[in-house]
């Protein structure tokens, strides 16, 4: 049995930064009145995303996309493992990063908050608020805009209690903790899974990561400066 880091240190910042400005964006969009915390939250979230997708190719080993991102037959395959399971035994863990359906749900969670964060970047509400970029599109397509930015928020909500389900039926049903080794990045692996990747990629590339941060946030307070 090894206990191995899986997330590195970029990937744990970016969920609790991303849990952190989605509470923060949420209730600040379902309240009102608190526009300009949404949309700065709006705006970290925007660079976090630019900077977990820039991650995703340059990043460490569990970070890549392409080491977590499979072909539909493995998925399926997946799945029907993950429910043949024994009741209470001990979740076998093949895959020791992001299994073949959470990394489904990853990119799905990506694309939806890359969407909100977006159209909000054109959406205005015909009062005080106006999007960065409202004003490089006709007056109509804001609202429309602003019309999908408001009921797409639905679809994210969904994802997320997906998201939180996934993690709360692992916990009870697989008695594997997942939370745990997004907080500490390591994970104890049970079997033959921990590759020659896993051991040997050193897991740190601190220079890459703070000159990925620095240009996504540039590009943003960029963009943002636009308006
Ligand atoms: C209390 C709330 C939350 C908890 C406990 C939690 C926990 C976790 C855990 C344990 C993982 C790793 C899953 C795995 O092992 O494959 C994960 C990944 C992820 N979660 Fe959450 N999560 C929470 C809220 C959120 C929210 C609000 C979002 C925003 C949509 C989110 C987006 C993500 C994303 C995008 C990943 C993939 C991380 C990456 O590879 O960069 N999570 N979360």
Redesign the pocket.
Known sequence: MAKILIWDLP?RL??WL??LL?SVSVTTGLVGGYMDYHMMSGFGILALLLF?IGWGFIGSYH?RFRNFMKGPATTLGYVGEAFRFKRGGQNPVHYP???PL?ALS?IA??AA?MFQAVTGLFANDDFFTEGPLAYLVSYDTSRELTGLHKRAKWV?GG??AL??IA?AWYQFARSTN??G??ITGRKEITDVAASADDQHDPHRYPFRAVVLAVLCGALVYWVTALG
């Open positions: 990937v970016f969920h991303l849990l989605v977990r970070a990063g992001h299994n959470g990853v969670m990506l908050l994210l994802l997320i998201h939180l993690i997942l939370v080794p997004m």
